[in-house]
Nanobody
């Protein structure tokens, strides 16, 4: 399974972006344990942003109320809608799909929020 992330870019504080992550092939939902987005800022460890598992979502406290994770199974795509962006949201964003005991990662997409 290959994941292709896109949608990053440069945006002013308060703006919005929508990230997309497309899987290379159809993955039967029954095999997926979770899908999610993580991010890594310079000099920091990778951190969880949002995950979705069996219809339940989980968000980092720092993005609650601003970011929304969603999926479109017909398009094999996971989205991250990011609103009210802040400079602290600047990072490389990675999508993740967990199938069984295996983790699959996208290549990362840069999000830069200017003040």
């Amino acid at each position: 399974v290959q994941l292709q992330a896109s949608g990053g870019g440069l945006v002013q504080a308060g703006g919005s972006l929508r990230l997309s992550c497309v899987a290379s092939k159809v993955i039967l939902s029954v095999y997926i344990r979770s899908v999610g987005w993580y991010r890594q800022a310079p000099g920091k460890q990778r951190e969880l942003v949002a995950t979705q598992a069996r219809g339940s979502t989980n968000y980092a406290d720092s993005v609650k109320g601003r970011f929304t994770i969603s999926t479109d199974n017909a398009k094999n795509t996971v989205y991250l809608q990011m609103n009210s962006l802040k400079p602290d949201d600047t990072a490389v964003y990675y999508c993740n799909v967990r199938i069984g005991s295996s983790d699959y990662w996208g290549q990362g997409t840069q999000v830069t929020v200017s003040s």
